[in-house]
């Protein structure tokens, strides 16, 4: 990267500098924690972001990690002070935590902004809590550093290796079909969850915590530390000595996150098989620090990059299998030295993405595969547009059937996941396995918050007969431990009239996803004639639900709220209260 700026005046001076009454008062509130005089003598003050919560289970562990980065600044001659925001626990929210995302990355960005901080260390890991996280910083430009919480340990139920999420849905699939009991269900419960950490498989959290360390704004190692080992916590200490070295240099995360960085983490999100989810979380932070992304990127930037992590979903190793066999620095170095990355890219380490991959090395070339030997020879995520997604919709070619890449179906049409939910299993059902599962209105605005009910399950009466996929369509998210053939993030969604609304029982749909097309065979005078009868749900009626509906955008926008677009930056503190 280019040479670090020379350092600029503290911020944190602007609240603890001097002898005003206004200085006074803040060290003085400050000194009641104990902390002596030499606290506010020029340090860099550094802010220990903490998304703990005994509600998230994925991050129950960050009081720990949290005093681990505090170590690291104390090392390095920085004041550390760790504040609490929100955090979203995939796990248990309703509806989805993906309606919280935007809200939560507001209470960062305003946490950072009105606080007298240097630098910010983020702590994160359950899936919606690193975008956020990062989305917020972003808009404030504070040097910034992130800590991932890191993977659960790998799950183990009767002898065989069983991810996180990705197992809920074979098993509950199972038990339909007659092929594993329910007290064997239950039982594998407390074999799936072993420790702390998020989840184990290739999903949303562990796609997230890649992407990071591909964009360069955490450490390398940092995405596939098991959450419980050690070296985790040794990683959180040398992030705490770097973010003062960061803030001494003056280097914000808009001279990181850059487009190169971004086509990176496309290219690296190809390559270890990751979630769909990145596609909307990628697109949002980068509006945040004004690079321009689209879903065409994705597209050109993915679609020839093999899939070399053999891990669950896609494959079938799981994450502490993936750190034991070299991690993403040997994904990353792999891409790199097929010309696939930017090795010029800067990083939080002040070096090169090129100089922080050099040393990589293979361990286990059945869990991260030679690029002659990919799991998937184009990886990536299909961006596919046609009648039925103007604006695009996305699928996961790594976790679908061959068979069904090509695809005419007849529409099997569910209004909302609660139709789906009343009708799936009724034996009047007409459906087999050449139909096409539609879902509507689980969008952005429909839900609202664009839930994870994409991945529908098939109804009991198929599993029976042994079908195991089936083409599936609709404007909503799917978790990223799930698997199939499914079209997700339909754009413009069901709730705001796109053609999606329009499909009824019965029709023809054609998806073609090596021509990335995704067509509804129904004639445009017709598609006129149904429009005109089309009615938009109503909105909520009042507080962050209506605020969210009003405001948010397109899944293909990447689902952000239209007033927090940009990179507001910093702001110079009030002379007095």
């Given at each position: ?92 929210m309703r509806p989805t935590a ?468 940009g990179c507001r930056g910093d702001?110079?503190a009030r002379d007095s209260h």
């Amino acid at each position: 990267m280019t040479d670090p700026k020379p350092p600029s005046p503290r911020r944190s001076q602007l609240w603890f500098g001097g002898t005003t009454k206004d200085a006074f008062i803040h060290r003085s509130w400050m000194k009641n924690q104990g902390l002596p005089a030499d606290s506010f003598d020029g340090r860099p003050v550094i802010g220990i972001c903490n998304t703990w919560s005994e509600l998230t289970p994925c991050n129950h562990h960050f009081r720990e990690l949290a005093q681990r980065v505090k170590q690291g600044v104390l090392q390095a001659g920085g004041l550390a002070l760790e504040f609490p925001v929100s955090s979203l626990g995939e796990t248990l929210m309703r509806p989805t935590a993906m309606l919280f995302r935007n809200l939560a990355s507001m209470d960062v960005e305003e946490a950072i902004r009105a606080n007298p901080l240097d630098g910010v260390v983020l702590l994160a890991g359950c899936d919606k809590t690193t975008p956020s996280t990062l989305m917020g910083a972003a808009s404030v430009n504070l040097p910034t550093l992130m800590v991932s919480g890191g993977p659960m340990l790998n799950g183990v139920f009767r002898g065989e290796r069983i991810g996180s999420g990705t197992h809920v849905w074979k098993f509950s699939e199972a038990v339909k079909a007659g092929e594993m009991t329910s007290a064997q269900f239950m039982q594998a419960e407390s074999c799936m969850s072993r420790s702390a950490g998020h989840c184990m498989t290739m999903g949303t959290a562990s796609t997230m915590a890649s992407m990071i360390e591909a964009l360069g704004i955490a450490l390398p190692g940092n995405a596939a530390i098991p959450a419980v080992d050690s070296r985790r916590y040794e990683l959180a200490q040398r992030a705490g000595r770097q973010i003062v070295e960061l803030v001494k240099h003056d280097v914000r995360p808009s001279a990181i996150l850059t487009r190169e960085a971004f086509e990176n983490a496309i290219r690296v999100c190809g390559a270890i098989g990751g979630s769909t989810d990145a596609v909307v979380h990628l697109l949002a932070i980068a509006v945040r620090v004004g690079v321009p992304l689209t879903l065409a990127d994705w597209d050109r930037c993915g679609r020839d990059v093999p899939t070399l992590v053999n891990l669950m979903p896609s494959g079938e190793y799981l994450m502490e299998d993936f750190y034991y066999a070299g991690g993403l620095p040997l994904v990353m170095k792999r891409l790199l030295d097929a010309g696939l990355l930017h090795g010029d890219a800067p990083s939080v380490t002040m070096a090169t993405l090129r100089d922080n991959v050099a040393d990589a090395e293979c361990f286990n070339d059945q869990v991260i595969r030679p690029l002659d030997k990919p799991l998937v020879e184009q990886g990536g995520l299909a961006v596919l547009r046609g009648n039925l997604a103007p604006d695009g919709a996305v699928l996961k070619p790594s976790a679908a059937s061959a068979a069904l890449m090509r695809h005419v179906g007849r529409a099997v049409v569910f209004e909302s996941i609660e139709d789906y939910k009343a009708r799936i299993e009724d034996p009047a059902l007409v459906i087999d396995a050449t139909s096409v599962m539609v879902l509507k209105n689980c969008g952005p605005r429909g839900y609202p918050g664009m839930a994870e009910v994409g991945n529908m399950g098939l109804p009991a009466k198929l599993l029976r007969d042994g079908v195991t996929d089936m083409v599936r369509i609709s404007d909503a998210r799917m978790s990223g431990t799930a698997y199939g053939t499914v079209v997700l993030h339909v754009a413009p969604e069901a709730a705001v009239g796109g053609v999606l609304a329009l499909v009824r029982e019965g029709d023809e749909i054609e998806l073609d996803v090596p021509a990335r097309r995704l067509e509804l065979r129904v004639a445009p005078d017709e598609l006129a004639r149904r429009r005109a009868q089309w009615q938009a749900p109503e909105p909520p009626a009042s507080g962050y639900a209506r605020l969210y509906v009003d405001h948010v955008q397109q899944a293909s926008e990447g689902a952000d709220l239209d007033f927090l677009r940009g990179c507001r930056g910093d702001f110079v503190a009030r002379d007095s209260h």
